[in-house]
Nanobody, 122 residues
């Protein structure tokens, strides 16, 4: 079964740091873009950052300079280093990836992780 498994969420004080990890597992033959999204209570889901296999990255304006997305392609894993956290960063963070599977031919299929809670206290 193909899965995106997230870890690293938790409770931190404002100004602190967390590092999220997301590992893809299953019959995977290729991975294209990997990304982090977040959704706060009562708000729409938003893109936080994404990264291509070659290392190109994009960030939401609200996290530029504070968050860093990176990948370990050999481990099928994407990370989100979050520094200088603010209460406004409190949300459920979701991993997202386009995966090529051995049974899916030439097509990439989009998958979501289950989400991990990040809470930043003032």
């Amino acid at each position: 079964q193909v899965q995106l498994v997230e870890s690293g969420g938790g409770l931190v004080q404002a100004g602190g740091s967390l590092r999220l990890s997301c590992a893809a597992s299953g019959s995977i033959s290729g991975i294209n873009t990997m990304a982090w999204y977040r959704q706060a209570p009562g708000k729409e889901r938003e893109l936080v950052a994404n990264a291509t296999p070659g290392g190109n990255t994009n960030y939401a304006d609200s996290v530029k300079g504070r968050f860093t997305i990176s990948r370990d392609n050999a481990k099928n894993t994407v990370y989100l280093q979050m520094n200088s956290l603010e209460p406004e960063d409190t949300a459920v963070y979701y991993c997202n990836a386009d995966l090529k599977l051995y049974w899916s031919g030439r097509n990439y299929l989009n998958y979501w992780g289950q989400g991990t809670q990040v809470t930043v206290s003032s």
